[in-house]
């Protein structure tokens, strides 16, 4: 069975009005539409809007995530990881006097870049992105710096859970597989034209395409429960397809 899964929009302080080209413009700050309607789904993927950057952060085991860039301001950056092995007591007085920013490894970001997060990885999303995120199944979130934002810390959670080295977050920008993981594989395809395929979960990121001749445009997610069987994908346009 093919669905079409349902979009939740989830305001947040560090969000955007707007959501285009993929949804109508909002009257308030949004960060992320989730996607929902199926239960159990497999994985769980977002599209977010940073108007603001998002705090420092890491997630523990069962919340391997990417990211995959659909638009960014210049300067956008993404952070993944630490320039340079530290201390958990490092890291912990770096989270309180927010020198933790200049210990991470900041990356700059383009549309079509792939960032991995593994669980573990500290890490944090600049301002002036739309992004797409594929991921385990878990919302977790241990926050170590905040801008002086007045939400919760959670240092010695997020210090505990922690890699306190380089990763190597940026993944090289092509079509085919993005991510290969114990977790999830995702592959990026161009289609034009049909393309038959295989895959749990359907993200279009551009274009107007048919799946499996259902009517489907950018800004779907679509989630299909049969194992091991070929789709087809009919039109002009990009998916990223995660299983």
């Not at 159990?40 to 705090?55: A, D, G, H, M, R």
């Not at 080295?165 to 993981?181: D, F, N, T, Y």
């Not at 034009?192 to 279009?204: D, E, H, N, S, Y």
């Amino acid at each position: 069975m093919l669905t079409r899964l349902t979009p939740r929009l989830v305001p947040k302080v560090w969000g955007s009005t707007h959501l285009g080209p993929w949804y109508p413009d909002a009257g308030e700050k949004i960060g992320e539409v989730w996607f929902e309607g199926v239960a159990n789904l497999p994985l769980l993927i977002k599209f977010l809007y940073t108007t603001e950057p998002l705090s420092v952060q890491v997630h523990p085991e069962g919340k391997t995530e990417m990211w995959h860039i659909l638009a960014a301001e210049p300067g956008a950056k993404i952070a993944a990881g630490f320039r340079q092995p530290i201390t958990e007591q490092r890291l912990r007085e770096s989270a309180l006097s927010g020198e933790i920013e200049e210990l991470l490894e900041w990356h700059e970001a383009r549309p079509g870049d792939t960032f991995f997060i593994p669980a573990g990885t500290v890490h944090a999303i600049g301002a002036g992105l739309a992004l797409c995120e594929i991921q385990q199944w878990s919302d977790v979130t241990y926050r170590l710096f905040d801008y002086g934002r007045p939400r919760e810390l959670h240092l010695d959670a997020g210090v505990r859970v922690s890699r306190l080295g380089p990763h190597p977050a940026r993944q090289s920008a092509r079509e085919g597989v993005l991510v290969s993981c114990p977790f999830f594989t995702t592959h990026k395809l161009r289609v034009a034209g049909t393309v038959p395929f295989k895959a749990k979960m359907i993200a279009l990121l551009d274009g107007n395409l048919e799946i499996d001749g259902r009517s489907a445009q950018a800004g779907e997610v679509w989630y299909s429960d049969a194992d091991n069987v070929a789709l087809e994908l009919r039109g002009d346009g990009t998916v990223l397809l995660a299983s």
